[in-house]
């Protein structure tokens, strides 16, 4: 996603930011545009966080500005659109700019990267059209892995237990497996954790075993797992990750049980992965 400067069609937020100052503070009087540079860089840093939503506390220690002036800041650039409050009201994330109102409505949070959406659906068509299995694409939000998208291919049955805006506890399904297993492992036993109760709501999945599963995907390069929403199917996933080995992405394949054999998971997640490979360049 290129971010060398302000998105297009902004230009009126922007002067807009620019007239208020966003910090009206005595410091920032008179100084609209490092103001509007210190906005800018705010998103920037909230774009490539590490983690879903950031706290002020940690912009302010990453960007060197005081937290009154990131209080601020923040006010305005929420106000315009740019970034958006976590439910807590205590974190924050970039919102994208234009996002198309489908996957706000589907409940995918506004951080979602339109783009690489847009750009992973060709993707995800060649790999239905190769397997003939339908083809999702999940996001991460927080402890949940979202649905966006699924490419139905040819094969007479079709897994369409997940739809658009579906939420799952991570770990839960192919896709969520391959979130888990590409998070540092202690990141990933905190959130199961955190999960249990949700989890064991799938046909009493223990997270322990989901934890064991995960250490499998972590071994083997990619997840495969029973769908705990469509009975006798079993989904292969892959996750795509930023440069600081975030990840972003899942694309993942699933299918009736007796089409799955472990050299087809093998030759599915080979697939999976040369596409992400693809869409990585093209972010």
């Known amino acids: 996603m290129d971010r060398a400067g302000p998105p297009a069609g902004v230009a009126s937020e922007v002067k807009a930011l620019k007239a208020r100052d966003i910090d009206t503070s005595d410091e920032e009087q008179g100084k609209g545009p490092q103001a509007l540079r210190r906005g800018l860089a705010i998103v920037e840093f909230l774009e490539g966080a590490a983690t879903p939503a950031v706290s002020v506390t940690e912009i302010a220690q990453r960007t060197g500005l005081q937290r ?17 409050r976590r439910d807590d009201g205590r974190r924050f994330l970039a919102r994208e700019r234009g996002a198309d109102a489908s996957f706000l409505d589907a409940g995918l949070d ?37 649905s966006i998208h699924r490419e139905f291919g040819s094969y007479p049955i079709q897994v369409v237990g997940s739809y658009p805006g579906n939420r799952y506890p991570l770990g839960v399904g192919s896709a ?42 972590v071994e083997s390069g990619y997840a495969v797992m029973q769908n705990y929403v469509a009975k006798q199917a079993l989904g292969v996933g892959c ?27 093998r030759e599915i997640a080979t697939a999976i992965d040369a596409e992400l490979v693809l869409l990585a360049q093209m972010e």
């Not at 002036?69 to 106000?79: C, N």
């Not at 990141?187 to 499998?216: T, Y």
């Open 176 to 217: 969520g497996m391959a979130i888990l297993a590409a998070m540092p492992a202690p990141a990933a036993e905190s959130l199961v954790m955190r999960n249990a109760d949700r989890i064991r709501a799938f046909d009493g999945l223990a997270p322990e075993v989901l934890l064991r599963l995960r250490a499998c995907a």
């Open 110 to 146: 506004a951080r979602a990267p339109r783009s690489l959406i847009l750009q992973s659906i060709p993707a995800m068509r060649r790999l239905a059209q190769r397997f003939g299995d339908t083809v999702y694409l999940v996001w991460r939000d927080g402890g949940d892995s979202v």
């Open 68 to 84: 009154p002036t990131v209080h601020r800041l923040l006010d305005a650039l929420e106000q315009f659109g740019w970034v958006a």
């Open 239 to 265: 996750a795509m990750k930023r440069r600081q080995g975030v990840p972003v992405l899942v694309m993942s394949v699933s299918s009736v049980a007796e089409r799955m054999s472990k050299a087809r998971q």
